[in-house]
């Protein structure tokens, strides 16, 4: 009877699991591949870079290159999930090769046992007496069932031997599939913690890049932001300094000009007076005054004889900051102090009768402003009503008492 070829079905296994080998070394590859080569490339491209602070578009390009490799460390992740659990397979595959090779082992102990037997019958029973007897027996029927008997354990001895040296191949052949797999399962793993290796020190290196240009770049913008407060404090310096020069010229031609003598010819207006309008007065027309300043020809006199009177009380005169103030003088105070100054060309300091005191009178309820308040009206000073509370002015002092806005 022909023999018919077949196919251990642990055979099939092993076949498998071959296949399986070359795809996780291969997915194992590719990963490696895409996920380390940019990584590598942006590392590359940065590593000599100067240590100069970036630029806005430099810092963003940085911040591209980290969200790129953290991008990718991510897709690697999800890649080296699908290699662990292709890992996970294989060496079940191959632990249920190895068991199979152990049962086929137990099978082969088995059958080597029946050889066994069947050698040591051969060796204790060479003469072949009993089956020539049998196969002689004048019953027909004996010697028919003898015939069977030698043909079925001829076979089966036959069978035996056929299967314990295929069984003893494939338990080669599974062996040798489990210790590939078993190596392929090591090359996939090396590769796997290298990847993961790699990736992190690739993440690691991009964030300490990222945040050494941040670094400098924000120590750039704070440099940036210091130097453009010193040209705009030099700027408003050199503008202060130039209006300071124009308003100390305009003060030396405005001294320089003949001072009128200071008598009181009586009959002034209680408003605008001379013609003149509000800060355009002639320094001609005006009388200067103790501490400095000029005054209307009245309000000069008055001033002058209180000032004495305060000497007496003090031991000095009277301290000024500020009398007649022209027009230009009017616009400079009112920009920068607008809350507190008259609208230029409304402020009784224009008219030559308005003064701002200081040293001691500039502070509401000292003894000087005490006295001022005391003795001032009988030179014809006073310290108008608006001053006390919009606004605060104690220094404000003005010669009777004007309509117009006065201011500090």
Known sequence: MPRRRTTHPLRRVSRRQRRGVAQIA?????????????VVSAGQAHAAAAPVPPT?????????????????????????????AKLSQLQSKAAAATSAADKLDAQLGVLRAQISQFAGDMYEQPTPDTISRMLSDPDINRSVQAA?????????????????????????VLRATAA????????????????????????AKAAARLQAAQIAYQKEQARLAAERAAKAKAARDEAARAA?????????????????????????????????????????????????????????VAFNKMSQAYAQAFGQPICVTDSYRSYSSQVAVFRKRPAFAAVPGTSNHGWGLAVDLGCGIQNYGSPQYRWMT?????FGWVHPAWALHNPFEPWHWEFGHLGGSGGT
């Open 26 to 38: 291969a997915i194992a590859a590719a990963a490696l591949a895409v996920t380390l080569s940019p």
């Open 56 to 84: 806005e578009q430099q810092l963003a390009a940085l911040k591209a290159d980290a969200a790129a490799v953290q991008a990718q460390l991510s897709a690697g992740a999800k890649k080296l999930d699908t290699a662990r």
């Open 148 to 172: 069977q008997l030698l043909k079925y354990a001829s076979g089966n001895r036959t069978r035996v031997l056929r299967q314990v040296a295929v069984d003893g191949q494939q338990a080669k």
């Open 180 to 203: 590939q797999n078993v190596s392929a399962a090591a090359v996939v793993q090396k590769s796997v913690s290298q990847q993961v290796r790699a990736l992190q020190a690739a993440s």
């Open 244 to 300: 300071a020069a124009r308003r100390a010229a305009a003060l030396a031609t405005d001294q320089a000009t003949p001072v009128a003598e200071c008598h009181n010819p009586g009959g002034y207006p209680a408003g605008p007076w001379g013609g003149y309008s509000d800060g355009l007065i002639p320094g001609a027309e005006l009388c200067a005054i103790i501490g400095g300043g000029r005054l209307r020809p009245d309000a000069a």
């Open 374 to 378: 005391a003795h001032a009206g009988q």
